[in-house]
């Protein structure tokens, strides 16, 4: 046998290249001869090709085609069925690889495509910084962003914003408040994450009570008592500013021991920087 890339009986595609190929060949039989031609085509290997990387939306399920070149081919990989229709699933994240392939055997070709979403999840929370459980105005409320995305926006529900992974707020008036977090994703068509934090109930400061009647025995009044979360510190003075009594950890236990009875005058220092004052008057 005579022709390119042929050795004996045997002949190599890629060292032929690809093309038209005629191989000669003759056989014998005794004194017997017979001469003939073998046309061979080399084809190439495909080469498709497809689009760059798809970045989607964190929450898109929209179905959507992925396409490539050469038609004809066909598409392999999670979420997409052989015509190339990509349906995310709820709840999509992370990303997946896609293959397209054309042609078959030794003469096929593939080509690989990604689809995914960003990386960085929004995770916001808020959290209370001191005397929880009061939730009493003015109440300072921390936000935090657990994926740590310093572009994160707040909106604290009370016509205020700011942006970072971890801001604080300070509710200054009673009401309900109603957050909300936002993370702005760059994929190419700029998308949002957008969830709402759990409401905040702030409510109006509860005064002390204004009359402690420790000595008339009904056991109903006998203590000043102060109705927050944090222990403050407690300072009581006379009408002409003596102070009478101090405690760095008031404990609901001041009876107005050993004074008269009559108006007193309160300062109550909280650890979280608040202040109240006001009066309390001792009925014996």
């Not at 109006?204 to 008592?225: H, S």
Request: hydrophobic share 35%; proline share 8%.
């Amino acid at each position: 046998m005579r022709g390119p890339s042929s050795t004996g009986f045997t002949f190599t595609p890629s060292l032929a290249g690809v093309g038209q190929h005629q191989l000669s060949f003759i056989t014998v039989n005794g004194s017997c001869q017979f001469r003939g031609t073998a046309p061979i085509t080399v084809q190439a290997i495909a080469a498709p090709i497809t689009a760059p990387d798809t970045l989607l939306c964190p929450g898109s399920t929209q179905p959507f085609y992925v396409r490539a070149a050469p038609i004809g081919g066909t598409w392999s990989g999670q979420y997409v069925t052989a015509t190339g229709l990509f349906t995310p699933p709820v709840g999509f994240f992370g990303s997946v690889t896609l293959t397209y392939t054309v042609g078959t055997g030794a003469c096929a070709g593939s080509v690989s495509r990604r689809i995914g979403t960003p990386t960085n999840r929004l995770l916001p929370a808020w959290a209370e910084i001191s005397c929880s459980g009061d939730r009493e105005a003015p109440l300072r409320i921390r936000f935090s962003d657990a994926g740590s995305n310093a572009t994160t926006t707040w909106d604290f529900g009370d016509n205020t914003r700011a942006t970072g992974a971890v801001v604080e707020h300070t509710y200054t008036q009673p009401g309900t408040f109603r957050p909300v977090a936002t993370l702005t994703y760059a994929t190419g068509t700029q998308c949002q994450a957008r969830v709402e934090v759990p409401p905040i109930i702030v409510r109006a400061a509860e005064l002390p009570p204004n009359v402690i009647t420790p000595d008339d025995g009904d056991q109903l009044n006998q203590f000043f008592v102060v109705k927050r979360g944090c222990t403050p510190q407690l300072r009581v003075f006379s009408r002409w500013g003596a102070q009478v009594y101090e405690s760095a950890a008031y404990a609901n236990d001041w009876s107005g021991t050993g004074l008269s009875a009559g108006l007193y005058y309160y300062l109550l220092r909280f650890p979280d920087g608040n202040t109240t004052k006001g009066w309390v008057e001792i009925i014996r």
